[in-house]
């Protein structure tokens, strides 16, 4: 049984709303199959001609806001650069985001990454920071220095890595990967000095060492930030700055 | 209180939280601590459209560059609507500004000596545009964003849409705001309010914007009875994809791109616009200003010299002589959106363009220090109009706009509501209202005749026609008598989603309603303008005419729900109106 | 800046359930159990090493009788086994550790091409050194 004529192609769509349902359903929708048209062309499709409360998050259009992350066919992904005709003939199942709770339809609820991202002290922490007067010019920063940190600076919060991480899932209160990528970024940027402020944080139990290098969240970051990467890396920084505080006398450290 | 009519009470509230947004948050919390600061937004701030800005920040470092060629160059860009006060004020903080975000993590890209770089950029004299490769707005976003962080005690209302200002004797007291998660509806009360929500892209069927830039703050200040200022000027960037609308940046032009019709020729040289150099000229040929690239592509179009693709008329980008390595390290995202999107590799193949709605020149009409005329309403970024871009702003100016404008919007008020007394008892009889009008006559209004997709198709279509690259007189009535007809029909849109829980379907719909009055705006103060300045060109009118149209246009919402126009006068300092040079 | 606090209790969210065979649904999750279960075969390698240098160590009886029962089926299928796991926990151990560790020289990052192949070099070097030592 084909589940679409040739120009047309079938969404399963995940619809839940809160007031009546318990549970999920799926609802399904034939959608025109052009080959400029992601999923997320597809769901606005239904929304504008079909069925006007299909609710789901979007604003760019070009994968760097980081608003459209859900699961297509089993996988997190941004829907917006997603293409319909990769799936052809279909259906294609769309549900919200894993390991998040389900607000709405599609849209799942980030408070949880919000409240963590803060803990992880995600700015330029400077050893003279009571200093009033900045100064005058940039603080040098070479080419090469920058490369240092540079993929860790391109995550856009889409949050695709939390719902890969199985470990976040079975333990929300793990940090999980955008955050650690984000604190790793804050260390390697020769313009800061917190990393001291950061490592407690990053070596407690719900950071770092909760990752057990699935390595999933790297699979399906869209900007190539590689959070597993930062999270190994953090994990060395913490057991090497335990051994040192355990080695050294306080005043050496 | 947090479950009644009136939720918080703050000194001062944002709404919107891009970079202007997040700039005036930081600046109130570093210079006032004491005061009670909140920002609203309906999305959470890292969705911001600024996410999307690519090009750069233009702020003068270079030793042989000057703050008054900046000047000079904005002032002209805007075909001398610009105030120039404004203009001067804006140059000379724009460094401080781009120098404080370095300092806040932003990764500006480098020189060989760990100075930070510039590049050139379209109608600029000289290199002055800081960039973060081809990422700057997503990068100062998020440096803006985490820095924001560091300041716990700034209340965020994420994902809560503002339907209302309360206004009382002609002051603003706050709002009245959508939980879209929640669906509770309830009031906000500040002393000052600050509009940094964006611009209206969405109004128009091609666009650079991202579906949340619908105009709310401008909307809500004209509901209000604060004026909008030079609303007809509305900027269509030159390079564009096809279908998507999706931003190809004018770096990409700035890297030494070349613009080439149909027959591989590069056109923009019959236009006024300098002749061709292999490397890019500053100030000449495709680095002209934008209003005048995006009108030679229109000439071109109607001599027949344009490429056709089933999603209309394009020209085309050529980078292919830049080399793999420059676009690599340059414009890498360049590279990323033409594979995905145009499944095209430029360093292969050339790129098809074409103009697309970008950016609002227009807004709330403000001072300075971002005051609008109503007391305790303040407006930054793209949702206010100093104005410093007057009827064409340059690329690279509109970030450090953000900035500059931010701050001062912050601090200014900030100084207010030290000041201000509390809000008066009779706003909350105005956000009960509201709250009314919201649940009983658009949740509680049943299935309706008319669909909220098929009106904003048939609102973006006739904007496309009236108010275009090139505008007529009978253009702009016709298309605002179909306005008219569309408000009338917009009242009848029944919403299915009777869900209080994230309900995009009313959201859309109140997200129409300011569409259609800002559409509205453009087109009242487009058809008073007769005569042709930066991005407002008229067929009927095709002069500039300073005599009678040196000014601005204010439009004010009559109480009926009419508008009516008055002139604001430019502010004219050090450079008497001239004529607008680029590649001579 | 503190968000504004979570979803409210009137509009409750649904929180799906993992099921304990989560693990089954992709490839690679499965493989990333196997890969953690190879360590309790790393494990009992580690003891069976253990138990064989103690029997050299004790006499040449206590050698024989430990080849014996080396020889069981039992043990034989146990070690056959383990081998597959320690090769499985070695392949990917190995095409993990660039990810882990970032190497810079002045501003070259060494490419994730030579750690590995620098690991597989190592493997091979130290283990035709120990096959010549235990052919001697």
Known sequence: MTSSTADTIRLRVSRYRPETDSAPHFDEYDVPLRKEWTVLDGLNHVKNEIDTTLSFRWSCRMGICGSCGMTVDGEPKLTCGTFLSDYAPGPVTVEPLANFPVARDLVVDITDFLQKLPRVSPWIIRPDEHRDVEPEVEYLQTPGQLDVYRQYSMCINCMLCYSACPVYGLDPEFIGPAAIALAERYDLDSRDHGTSRRIDVLGAHDGVWACTFVGECTKVCPKHVDPASAIQRYKLKTALHTVKAFLLPRGAR | MSDGVVRAAHDVLIVGGGAAGLRAAIAIAETEPRLDVALISKVYPMRSHTVSAEGGAAGVIAADDSLDQHCYDTVSGSDWLGDQDAIEAFVREAPEELLQLEHWGCPWSRRPDGRVAVRAFGGMKNMRTWFAADKTGFHMLHALFQTSLKYPEVRRYDEEFVTTLLVDDGRVHGVVAIGLMSGRIQAITAKSVILCTGGCGKAFPFTTNANINTGDGMALAYRAGAPLKDMEFVQYHPTGLPFTGILITEAARAEGGWLLNKDGYRYLQDYDLGTPTPTPKLRSMELGPRDRLSQAFVHEMEKGRTGQTPYGEVTYLDLRHLGEKLIDTKLPFVRELCLKYERIDPVRELIPVRPVVHYMMGGVSTDLDGATPMLGLYAAGETACVSINGANRLGSNSLPECLVFGARAGRAAAEHATAASGPPPAVEAQAVDEIRRLEHDLLGGGTGTESIAGIREEMQTTMEGAAGIFRTGPEMEKGAETLTELQERVGKVGIADTSRSFNTELLAALELANMLDLSECILAAGRQREESRGAHQRTDFPARDDERFLTHLLVHRNPDGTSRIERHPVSITRWPPGERVYGR | ?136
């Open chain 3, 1 to 136: 800046m503190s968000p504004s606090g979570g979803t409210p209790t009137d509009l409750r969210p649904y929180r799906p359930r993992i099921s304990t065979w989560w693990w089954t649904r992709k490839r690679s999750y499965i493989v990333f159990v196997l890969r953690e279960l190879s360590s309790v075969f790393i494990a009992w390698f580690v003891v069976f090493l253990v138990l064989l240098v103690y029997a050299i160590g004790q006499s040449e009886a206590a050698y024989r009788n430990f080849l014996d029962w080396a020889s069981a089926p039992w043990v034989i299928a146990l070690n056959v086994l383990s081998l597959v796991f320690v090769l499985l926990h070695t392949v990917t151990w190995f095409a993990l550790t660039p990810q882990a560790m970032e190497v810079r020289i002045d501003d070259w990052k060494v490419p994730g091409f030579h750690i590995l192949a620098g690991q597989y070099t190592g493997l091979v070097v130290v283990s035709l050194f120990v096959l010549w030592l235990v052919t001697l």
